[in-house]
């Protein structure tokens, strides 16, 4: 057994951010001559069709050049996604997992698959809900309990009226909806 | 106790992606807004400015407001990131243990203690200043700073890549390298 020690500020490490993204999402420079070919071809697209219709260049251009960076952000997405499971898949990780969310008094247990994490309740920050799932935030970081891992509206009432009794009161002043559906008969 | 149990798809988390951004950055930079700022300020200054050819300027101007977009968008975002934390959080700076067993990696950061097996861990490398391991696609940081010699650096390195799996390996190759390395 070998073990380090040391300490972490917060923010300290975000120039390592896109060293980590890029072994998960590729280089931002691909990116970023997504925009660039977006935002000249636009241009030119817009250019072409206004001088053809309206004999006017300028307008066109600046038209055609918006258009295309408004639509690098969606695009952009869709590709960080595709890029983003294709190397989780070609790493050997599955996209299906097995998963676990386990209340102790002590602590919130999550585990997914090969890996188990255990946050003292103080570590929770709020709880909320979005899109279909319950979301733990725990030192920043979310932790998933997906409204099918529940047997019963009741069930998950129960769940969350458990969790929000162990987290503190200003994680349970953040947790509204939360509150408000455990509370709800 | 009180349990729940199911199934995850890796990239659940990317469906509610705003809703969590929302909530660990709060006020989220927005960045069509810092993109329609920067390329139409360029743009237009680039129009008035460049006297000899206006559309010139305008295109260059148009031009480095891409290039800039970025940049501001990665400072906005750190900003309202760490005031997010901070103002969540009782603590600026979180104490982290990393142990290695021959099971698996056990990392302690603040509250927070994590046990993943050797096979999750897809990835090892150094950048800035930190180790960072990744797995189930979570990044570990180790501050450099954290080792008391590079030769204990090394010997930790060492022993978490022989734990590894051979295609891990093979994915962290400069990390192969830095053990391989002879101490100077």
């Known amino acids: 057994m070998t073990s380090i020690r040391g300490t972490i500020r917060i923010g300290e490490a ?16 691909l990116y970023f001559a997504m925009m660039f070919a977006l935002w000249i071809g636009g241009g030119v697209i817009g250019g072409v069709t206004g001088w053809a219709i309206h004999g006017n260049l300028t307008v066109a251009v600046c038209l055609g050049a918006a258009a295309g960076l408004l639509s690098h952000r969606p695009l952009a997405k869709r590709l960080a996604i595709a890029l983003f499971r294709q190397r989780l898949t070609g790493a050997g990780t599955p996209l299906d997992m097995p998963a676990a969310m386990t209340i102790t008094p002590e602590a919130l247990i999550y585990t997914v ?6 946050g003292a309740w103080r570590a929770v920050s709020e709880i909320f809900y979005a899109k279909g799932y319950w979301i733990f935030m725990v030192q920043s970081e979310p932790w998933f309990a997906p409204d099918h891992f529940f047997a019963s509206e009741a069930d998950k009432r129960a769940f969350l009226r458990e969790a929000l009794s162990h987290v503190n009161e200003e994680a349970r002043a953040r947790s509204g909806d939360a509150r408000l559906f455990a509370e709800r008969t | 106790m009180t349990s729940v ?3 995850l798809r890796l990239d659940d988390g990317l469906k509610t992606r705003a809703a969590i951004e929302k909530r660990t ?5 927005d960045g069509y807004a810092i993109v329609s ?9 680039g129009f008035f400015l460049w006297v000899p050819n206006p ?6 101007g148009g031009f480095s407001g891409v290039v800039l977009q970025y940049p501001a968008y990665r400072w906005a975002w ?11 959080y009782y603590d600026y700076a979180f ?3 990393a142990e290695l067993t021959q099971e698996a990696l056990i990392y302690e950061i603040g509250d927070e203690r994590r046990v993943t097996k050797w096979r999750a861990v897809t990835d090892l490398f150094w950048n800035n200043g930190y180790w960072i391991l990744i797995a189930q696609c979570r990044s570990y940081l180790i501050p450099q700073a954290a080792f008391a010699d590079p030769s204990n650096e090394r010997a930790f390195i060492s022993e978490a890549l022989s734990y590894m799996s051979e295609e891990a390996r093979a994915r962290s190759a400069g990390a192969v390298a830095f053990v391989a390395r002879k101490d100077t």
């Open chain 2, 37 to 45: 700022a920067l390329v139409l300020g360029g743009t237009i200054l």
């Open chain 2, 95 to 97: 104490p982290i243990a």
């Open chain 2, 25 to 29: 950055i709060g006020e989220s930079p």
């Open chain 2, 78 to 88: 750190g900003r309202a990131w760490r005031k997010a934390l901070q103002a969540r």
């Open chain 2, 5 to 7: 149990i199911g199934a």
């Open chain 1, 113 to 118: 698959s090969d890996v188990e994490k255990r």
């Open chain 2, 55 to 60: 559309m010139l300027g305008a295109l260059v």
């Open chain 1, 14 to 29: 975000q120039a390592t951010c896109a060293a980590t993204a890029k072994r998960q999402r590729g280089a931002s420079g």
